[in-house]
Every structure is written in structure tokens, then in C-alpha cells.
């Protein structure tokens, strides 16, 4: 698999802003689809965002949109999340995911598409 290594979590206060990095070690791509999931205590594991690094098409999970953005950096093959106004529902490790797809195959929000992870990064909100 594709080593994946993320960085940029931290506490922060209700309304406060982190931004997530993703980054492939070493010289190795990662797969075209490129996803944030996040998880909390007692909780299953859900998709974030995801962008498809071929053409930088993103989806969001509801409960983000309009806060959160995915964007790349192809040049550094490096994914980020700018995570804004946020709440204390968004404390959670956050996983960085990588995978390959043909070009007829959206990028999507499933875990089980995904098969290279990172080790995760700790956000954790207060009211």
C-alpha cells in the first residue's frame, strides 16, 4: 500500500478553524481518489470528503458542507482539509484514505473502497 501520514489536528474552540494535511511518503503516488473520514468514540467510521485527484470533482458528507473543503497539490501529491466554523459533533480522529479507480468509477464516501490509510490525526472541539 500507499504509506499515508496526516497532520494538522488539534483542540480548538467551537466557530474555530484547523487545516488537515495528507501527504504519500516517499515517492510513491497515491490512488486517484483522495478522502478525509473521521472517527468518534463509540462510532463507526464516515466519509468526510473525497476528491478525485484527475480532475479535482469532491463530494462532502451533509453534516460538512459548506464548512469543510477538500483541495490538492499534485506537485507535493498532497490532500488538505480546511475545516471551518466548526462544532463540537466534528471531534474525531481524522483518516486520510487513498485508492485507485478507472475513469468510469466515482470517487465516493464508502469505507470499503478504500484500501491505503493513514494512522490518523486527533481534532477535538469544545464548546
Known amino acids: 500500500g500507499v504509506p499515508l501520514v496526516e497532520s494538522g489536528g488539534g483542540s480548538v474552540q467551537a466557530g474555530g478553524s484547523l487545516r488537515l494535511s495528507c501527504a504519500a511518503s516517499?515517492?510513491?503516488?497515491?490512488?486517484?481518489?483522495m478522502a478525509w473520514f473521521r472517527q468518534a468514540p463509540g462510532k463507526e467510521r464516515e466519509g468526510v470528503a473525497v476528491?478525485?485527484?484527475?480532475?479535482?470533482?469532491?463530494d462532502y458528507a451533509d453534516s460538512v458542507k459548506g464548512r469543510f473543503t477538500i483541495s490538492q497539490d499534485n506537485a507535493e501529491n498532497a490532500v488538505y482539509l480546511q475545516m471551518n466554523e466548526l462544532l463540537p459533533e466534528d471531534t474525531a480522529m481524522y483518516y486520510c484514505?487513498?485508492?485507485?479507480?478507472?475513469?468510469?468509477?466515482?470517487?465516493?464516501?464508502?469505507?470499503?473502497?478504500?484500501?491505503?490509510w493513514g494512522r490518523g490525526t486527533q481534532v477535538t472541539v469544545s464548546s
Open positions: 516517499g515517492s510513491t503516488s497515491s490512488g486517484n481518489c
Open positions: 484514505a487513498a485508492e485507485s479507480h478507472p475513469d468510469w468509477v466515482r470517487c465516493a464516501l464508502n469505507t470499503y473502497e478504500y484500501n491505503d
Open positions: 476528491i478525485d485527484t484527475r480532475g479535482g470533482t469532491t
